[in-house]
């Protein structure tokens, strides 16, 4: 792992850069990128050639998000519980073998617009399996204090690419078609497989078995639905996506139709809105420190709707492109802000399916909303739709009235590794149980009320991390005692439960164990259930029974 530096370094945005692999990875990601935008150009013009009506078109933009919402909590548990460097390789060099093939059929005539969404959803299917690695490995590349500065570097990289490529892109396709294209996106694989190849991260060996795919995945569902403020940031997300795609997946036909322009002018759009997002991700560090993250979120929002509205109502390129410029800035504000506020609020045991569940929400909305703007514009027109979407863009940003996102915080979420297996005198497997786990607090009476409100967060967090059957129980014969209880299927998910406590959840514990006024520290029992023989006879006895 990467230890923290100074802190004078940490306040430099460009302080990521430092680390000799992340700085690798970025640029060869940068080339890597850049094909895949070129790639993107050729697939939607090409689209807008062959098909028979607006529907198909905006279907590209979906195409290319739906794996994501599919594949995105199964790709998330594999970067949880496999090296995701090597999950990394496979994925770009399926990427690398379809977009080939991509090539090849459009060479030779081969492509139907159902054949090249069905490309496109495997490049993308692709990408949907690489992207929680990749954000996940983003930790293991730098310290979790230049999280923030690296993720905006990434989206940095990302958007300068954007700024520049689709206009090349255009060019490509104007003047060799798209067949060109998508080979260029092919080529654009090998130096980030090299880079990766090459890569040797140290990480900290598991002491414990992997966990099956299954229970990986519920675990990652689990951590989400027991993390209020990580729910918001997928609701918020989801809405985000679900109207601002619409501009992406209708801005071919607005090219085309609206503007009267070919695919040049497609690309020159598409490059105004990389600039915006590269002044965007510029600020975005600045933004976090002046603004609070609603704020933000809602500035997004706002800019967005801005932008559709101006791509609906103008018959100039020029002026379309200014709407972009805006668009694109709010679009990377508001994702980058959404992935940094996920990234540090997750511990690195379950990031990887954190952020695939985010990815999930967010590009599924993307994804809905491509397809329902695409069958509104089939329907009324692009300008239609996108006024339509403006309008969603600002009830997205009223639902902050209701659903706030929370103030940023830097929470040390690295494990307490305080936890030592005690000595048992029954000879446990890994796999025996169920366990039952019960743990008596003395109170004091005047403390009850502070109690039973971190009991509350501790039970919470207890069930967020694997505990079943969590309750909280008072004596009745002696008010003072109190008894937590909670089971886990196995001793190996005891064990894993207790590895997974991280400084900032240990800050409830101490809380907890200084409301104790025993003598002693709390006393904790361990059990394993073993059910009664069926069939025994039991024998009750003669007389009256006291209870």
């Known amino acids: 792992m990467i230890d923290d530096e100074p802190n004078s370094e940490r306040v430099s945005a460009l302080s990521p850069f430092r680390h000799g692999i992340f700085r690798a990875v970025w640029s060869a990601s940068l080339v890597s990128n850049f094909g895949g935008l070129i790639q993107g150009v050729g697939a939607a013009w090409m689209m807008t050639t062959i098909a028979t009506s607006s529907y198909q078109v905006a ?19 594999i970067a949880d519980s496999f090296n995701r460097r ?33 490309f496109t959803f495997l490049i993308d299917s692709g990408t949907a399996l690489n992207n929680p690695s990749w954000q996940a490995s983003v930790g293991d590349m730098v310290p979790r204090a230049k999280l923030p500065a690296a993720v905006a570097l990434n989206s940095l990289g990302f958007n300068l690419t954007r700024s520049v490529g689709p206009a090349i892109g255009g060019i490509i396709v104007a003047a060799a078609g798209a067949a060109a294209a998508f080979a260029a996106n092919a080529l654009s694989y090998v130096g980030l497989i090299i880079v990766l190849a090459r890569w040797k991260p140290d990480l900290p060996a598991s002491t414990l078995p992997r966990e099956t795919l299954g229970a990986a995945m519920g675990a990652g569902l689990r951590y989400v639905a027991m993390s209020p403020n990580i729910g918001k940031v ?28 070919d695919a040049l002018t497609y690309g020159i759009m598409l490059g105004a809105f990389g600039i915006g997002a590269v002044g965007g991700a510029l600020i975005s560090v600045r933004l976090r420190q002046i603004l609070s993250s609603e704020t933000m979120v809602r500035m997004a929002f706002a800019g967005f ?3 559709a509205f101006n791509a609906a109502v103008s018959d100039h390129a020029w002026q379309t492109s ?49 397809w329902i703007w695409g069958v509104v514009a089939d329907a009324h027109g692009a300008e239609f739709a996108l006024i339509a979407a403006a309008v969603a863009m600002l009830a997205g940003g009223a639902i902050g009235l209701l659903l706030p996102l929370p103030q940023q915080a830097v929470l040390n979420l690295d494990p307490t590794n305080r936890f030592k297996e005690p000595h048992l005198a ?9 366990i039952a786990i019960m743990i008596e607090y003395i109170i ?45 299927p196995t001793w190996l998910e005891y064990i894993r439960h207790n590895k997974r406590a991280t400084h900032a959840d240990a800050v409830i514990g101490e809380r907890v164990r200084a409301l104790h006024s025993g003598d002693e520290p709390p006393r904790v029992r361990r059990m394993i259930e073993r059910p009664t023989t069926a069939g025994t006879a039991i024998v009750m006895p003669k007389g009256p029974i006291e209870h």
């Open 59 to 77: 279907l590209v933009q979906a195409s290319t998000t739906l794996p994501i919402m599919l594949f995105a909590l199964v790709a998330g548990a």
């Open 86 to 118: 090597k999950v990394m390789l496979i994925a770009q060099t399926f990427m690398l073998v379809v977009s080939v093939l991509l090539t090849v059929f459009t060479y030779l005539g081969l492509i139907t617009p159902w054949t090249l969404l069905a």
């Open 234 to 261: 997928l609701v918020r997300g989801a809405a985000f996506g679900f109207s601002a795609g619409a501009v992406l997946a209708l801005l071919p036909l607005v090219a085309r139709d609206v503007v009267k322009g």
């Open 305 to 307: 709707a801005l932008c």
């Open 322 to 370: 200014l709407g972009l410029l805006i668009g694109g800035a709010c679009w990377v504000i508001a994702l980058s802000h959404f992935n940094v506020t996920v990234q540090m609020s997750t511990p690195r045991w379950v990031v990887g399916r954190v952020l695939s569940v985010y990815q999930t929400a967010t590009f599924g909305g993307i994804a809905l909303g491509s």
């Open 426 to 434: 029954l000879d446990l497997k890994l796999r025996s149980g169920p």
């Open 444 to 488: 004091r009476e005047e403390d009850v009320p502070e109690f039973l409100a971190t009991m509350a967060e501790r039970g919470r967090i207890r069930r967020r991390d694997g505990a079943r059957n969590w309750t909280l129980a008072r004596d009745l014969e002696n008010p003072a005692i109190w008894i937590e209880h909670y089971h886990t």
